[in-house]
């Protein structure tokens, strides 16, 4: 139920940042979007609102593999913040682990309820 909230947020979140990284290379000094990020951004943009529309259970399998995906690429910001993705700005770190964190819950609870469902 979850999951496709979760896929279409991420989705249009992750969307609007790999536009703003084909028309700017930074955001102030939050974050600076470069090329790899930009198509990175996108491509995770539009999964995420592809799967918005797809079954419950392809949702709940996309906002956990989206989820887990961001949450390893936060952790490598934080660990290497000049990587060959160009550098991790705070608020980039901060959004990666945040959108990570979070599709891995909802996953969980949609799971749950279904098993609750079930029984």
Not at 27 to 41: C, D, K, M, R, S
Not at 50 to 67: C, H, I, P, Y
Not at 86 to 105: D, F, K, Q, S
């Amino acid at each position: 139920m979850y999951a496709r909230t979760y896929d279409r947020l991420v989705g249009w979140l992750f969307f609007a940042l790999g536009i703003a990284g084909l028309f700017v290379q930074h955001l102030a000094t939050y974050a600076v979007l470069t090329g790899p990020e930009t198509i990175l951004n996108l491509s995770v943009g539009l999964a995420g609102m592809s799967a918005a529309r797809r079954r419950t259970r392809t949702s709940t399998v996309s906002a956990t593999l989206v989820g887990v995906g961001l949450l390893l690429w936060g952790i490598w910001g934080l660990a290497w913040p000049q990587s060959v993705l160009g550098t991790a700005e705070p608020l980039e770190v901060v959004v990666h682990i945040v959108c990570g964190l979070w599709g891995m819950y909802v996953a969980v609870h949609d799971v749950n309820e279904w098993r609750r469902h079930i029984a």
